[in-house]
């Protein structure tokens, strides 16, 4: 974080190892590429700017705006956008559910991997809809209750403290309800996408395992799981290359491309 320079490793790195990373930024440069010169676009929990910078960069007659509630990471970014001279974002420093979002209409909204964190999902559903011109999009990555879960992972994540145990409101969404939420806030569904069947979301949940091992465990032991996650990382890797071509009709993740009704 203090050499912002070095964050562009960071975000090649999630690509390699993450499906989500790779599905989420191809999804939202296409509906990028569709956006009108001048278009307001919201990144809604933007975080360290995974996915805010390289768009950013690569559309610079497009108007970006990064909200997220932590002072660590917009401070970051901030002083990345010095850096790097970027005039197409600004950043708001703020809770998403209840802090006024954007005076004027945003014509694109992506949130990723956010939904489940916050207290009121079908609330803040409603909300990017007030803020949204007719015909206005919203993108939605979101782990759904899970159709596939290992015991391995269960019982690591239960003995040892990890990303969504440190959440206040973390709660996986139940689809049904994700559905009912978007139909009733006046979206229409453009597209819909499984990711993480049944053998990408093994290799997600052992490479999450092995990072929680790797942070917890003693130094004499940390090179384990280390060594284990370098030496399967190719296979990691491929059995999630392979869910990206494919069409599941589960899984336990689920992207959505949603459109406001005219």
Known sequence: MAHPPRIDFYYRLLRIFYLRSRICRRHLHQLLDGQNPGSYILDAGCGEGQFLIPAVRQYPGLSFTGMDQLKQHIDFLQNLIRTENLQNIKLIKGNIETQVISPVPVDLIYIISVLQYTQHPEQLIRRFHAIQPPGGKLMIYTPVAPSYSFSFARKIKKKYSHYDSAQPYFHPLDEEDLFRWIGTA??????????????????????????????????????????????????????????????????NGLLLILQKKK
């Open 186 to 251: 006046g979206y229409s569904v453009l597209e819909e996408r499984y990711y993480y069947s049944r053998w990408a979301a093994f290799s997600h949940e052992t490479i999450q395992t092995l990072i929680i091992l790797f942070t917890h465990w003693p130094v004499i032991f940390k090179i384990i799981p280390l060594v284990i996650l370098l030496l399967f990382s190719p296979i990691f890797v491929s059995l999630q290359v392979i869910d990206e071509f494919f069409k599941p009709k589960r899984g």
